[in-house]
């Protein structure tokens, strides 16, 4: 409130892809976490009327993406993400924790027998995708197949009864 004092519930700021971000938003937020102060504080911009703007004690910023902020740099990093963007440093340095995920291969092989139904067409699939992240390790090839890219490629079977063709509407088309 205008006296300073704490209301309300805590808030959420999730930032999804966010080594894409604008350099200007990332300077915003740089500002917001410089400070050792449990309640980020925010001065807009005098076109703004330069108000002062405080956080609930509990507010916190989660940033989401898929090169732990640095960019993807090698052929492993690149397994998980095309994107090459990285965070500026000083944003990078004040995030508090990092949690790195990979490809559940058990998950992905439920997904396809669920979708798809046919053992023999969820293996080949199977096959393709240790095939691709085999060469992506490899650094023969750069883009990742996703689990999101297996579903569409499971989805596309569905429509075209064909593994092959499903795959090349998801990848190639």
Same mark, same amino acid.
């Given at each position: ?87 500026? *440093? $000083?944003?990078?340095?004040? %995030?508090?924790?990092?949690?790195? /995920? ?7 092989? #439920? !997904? ?32 990742? *197949? $996703?689990?999101?890219?297996? %579903?569409?490629?499971?989805?596309? /079977? ?7 063709? #499903? !795959? ?6």
């Amino acid at each position: 409130n205008e006296k300073g004092e704490e209301v309300g519930k805590p808030g959420l700021l999730f930032l999804d892809e966010a080594p894409a971000m604008n350099p200007h938003v990332a300077i915003v937020l740089n500002r917001l976490l410089e400070s050792d102060d449990a309640r980020r504080t925010l001065v807009c911009p005098d076109w703004e009327g330069g108000k002062v703007i405080r956080s609930h004690s509990k507010f916190r910023i989660i940033f989401a993406g898929n090169n732990i902020g640095r960019g993807a740099n090698t052929a492993a990093e690149s397994m998980h993400t095309a994107q090459t963007d990285a965070l500026d *440093l $000083s944003l990078s340095a004040r %995030i508090g924790a990092t949690f790195e /995920f990979g490809y559940d291969r058990n998950v992905e092989k #439920a !997904i396809l027998t669920e979708k798809i139904g046919d053992d023999k067409v969820v293996d080949k699939l199977l096959n393709f995708r240790n095939a691709i992240r085999d060469f992506i390790r490899q650094g023969k090839l750069q883009t990742p *197949l $996703s689990t999101g890219s297996l %579903i569409q490629i499971a989805d596309l /079977f569905l429509i075209f009864k064909s593994p092959h063709r #499903a !795959i090349y509407y998801a990848c190639m088309a």
